[in-house]
Nanobody
């Protein structure tokens, strides 16, 4: 059974940085893609970033240049380094995993709050 556990969220001020972690367990993840999504109050969940098995990364335009996704395959862990945070980044951040197609495994989420 696939499990994804996020950590690293918190309350920060505008301009600060945070690093989120997502620990994956339950199977080997060779060939899988891992992603980060977020959902702000009153808004739909949106894509933030993903990293595929080859290491290729993709970012939402709103975070490109500020956020960096990476993975440690030995630890089955994915990271999201978030720099230059602003209040618009306030949301619950979710880790997700997929082998093919749509993301179908999700973590419980971690809250990120950025004060102005």
């Amino acid at each position: 059974q696939v499990q994804l556990v996020e950590s690293g969220g918190g309350l920060v001020q505008a301009g600060d940085s945070l690093r989120l972690s997502c620990a994956a367990s339950g199977r080997t993840f060779s060939g899988w893609s891992m992603g980060w999504f977020r959902q702000a109050p009153g808004k739909r969940r949106e894509f933030v970033a993903e990293i595929v098995w080859s290491g290729r990364t993709l970012y939402a335009s709103s975070v490109k240049g500020r956020f960096t996704i990476s993975r440690d395959t030995a630890k089955n862990t994915v990271y999201l380094q978030m720099n230059s945070l602003n209040p618009e980044d306030t949301a619950v951040y979710y880790c997700a995993a997929k082998e093919t197609g749509l993301y179908n495994y999700w973590g419980q989420g971690t809250q990120v709050t950025v004060s102005s």
